[in-house]
């Protein structure tokens, strides 16, 4: 018997399999990918991860191997309000009798519109790289591709031929993993999950018209592409899962050498393989930097150009009609929940209003997803 949980844990217990089995349902590894959009962004998480804490040791032990916990990365036009959650099984055969339950999806439609659970196999004998796994231990994308095979028997090697030719470009621009599936109950079903480790070449690699012509020979039509960021949302099966810093932010505070600084209106916005930094200055004046940028180890900004509207109003605040373009910087990063630091020793003018030496560290809350 399913049991009904109170509903803030019925998207997480999505996970939990059911006693009936299917003597029809493939063998192997199998995921379960439940995707829509958010229903109630405020309340997502603690919604999630209270469900999540509560059943984790029940869920692991029906077959549930891994729970990995994504948003939507505003790249090729995902947006951030999409969801995916991937669930690794042991036991595909507990799946059907969950998924299928009305109490269940009468939860999942409460946090997830147009939520839909679609089951796969992996196919690992076909060509890949990597594996679940690859998911945690620092800010992750989940690309998800997906299409209709156009012939199942030729599919392998079509697949194959196309995923051993593209791995050495992928791979050398951050897909540390390549895992093919396709539907556990419909063959004709496709899905390839990349796991990469920053988000800057991922709309060109799948916007590259070689890529759309190694696919097309393995599906009707051109595949669906979505990227998907990684969260430290309560998870399972993977190692320290860690959020990307996709967001707004409100920056709260800045400091040269643990003095504060007023900072006024100041907003950061991290959205894929791109940026914005805002600031208004009283009593209008706004300046905004488009930008690019890597973060690993430490975030690494390329200001691309500077915009201030109104001129007219920067002339009397600054003294001229807009800032010069800043040069590139490098800043520590520390993320904790939703509150994040940059710290970084001043080199230069661009440092300003620290002077050369000082400690500079910019203090911000994410104010939405």
């Known amino acids: 018997m399913i049991k009904a949980w109170p509903r803030p844990l019925l998207l997480i217990t999505l996970t939990l399999g059911a006693c009936a089995s299917d003597d029809e349902t493939p063998g192997g590894e199998h995921l379960a990918l439940v995707r829509g959009t958010l229903a109630s962004p405020a309340s997502a998480r603690s919604d999630h991860d209270q469900g999540a804490a ?5 869920v692991t032990e029906l077959g549930d191997l891994a729970h990995v916990v994504g948003l939507g990365a505003s790249i090729l036009a995902t947006d951030p309000g999409e969801t995916v959650i991937l669930d690794r099984w042991s036991q595909p055969d507990e799946m059907d009798g969950f998924y299928g339950d009305p109490q269940f999806r009468a939860g999942l439609d409460a946090q997830l519109d147009g939520a839909s659970v679609t089951p796969y196999r992996r196919r690992d004998t076909w060509h890949g790289w990597g594996d679940i796994a690859e998911a945690g231990g620092g800010p992750r994308w989940f690309v998800l591709v997906q299409g209709e095979i156009a012939d199942p028997d030729a599919a392998q090697e079509l697949h194959d031929a196309g995923a051993a030719m593209a791995e050495e470009t992928a791979s050398s621009l951050g897909d540390r993993a390549h895992l093919p599936f396709t539907g556990r109950d419909d063959d004709h079903l496709f899905l390839a999950l990349d796991i990469w480790d920053r988000p800057d070449n991922i709309a060109a690699f799948y916007g590259d018209p070689a890529f759309q012509e190694s696919a097309a020979p393995l599906l009707v039509a051109p595949p669906t592409v979505t990227v998907f960021h990684s969260t430290n949302w309560h998870q399972w099966g993977i190692a320290n899962p860690t959020a990307t810093l996709d967001g707004a932010w409100q920056i709260t505070g800045l400091s040269c050498d643990g003095a504060a600084i007023p900072v006024g209106d100041f907003r950061l916005d991290v959205r894929g393989g791109a940026g914005v930094f805002v600031q208004g200055f009283d009593p209008g004046c706004v300046a905004s930097v488009d930008e690019t940028y890597r973060y690993g180890a430490r975030f690494e900004i390329a200001p691309q150009s500077i915009t201030c509207d109104p001129s007219d109003t920067c002339d009397a605040v600054l003294g001229a009609s807009c800032l010069p373009t800043p040069p590139a910087t490098a800043f520590d ?24 030496g000082d400690a500079v560290e910019f203090t911000m809350e994410r104010s939405a997803i």
Do not use: Q, V
Request: with cysteine.
């Open 54 to 58: 509560a059943n984790e040791a029940h």
């Open 333 to 356: 990063w520390d993320l904790s929940g939703d509150s994040l630091t940059f710290s970084r020793t001043a080199e230069g003018p661009g440092d300003a209003p620290c002077a050369i």
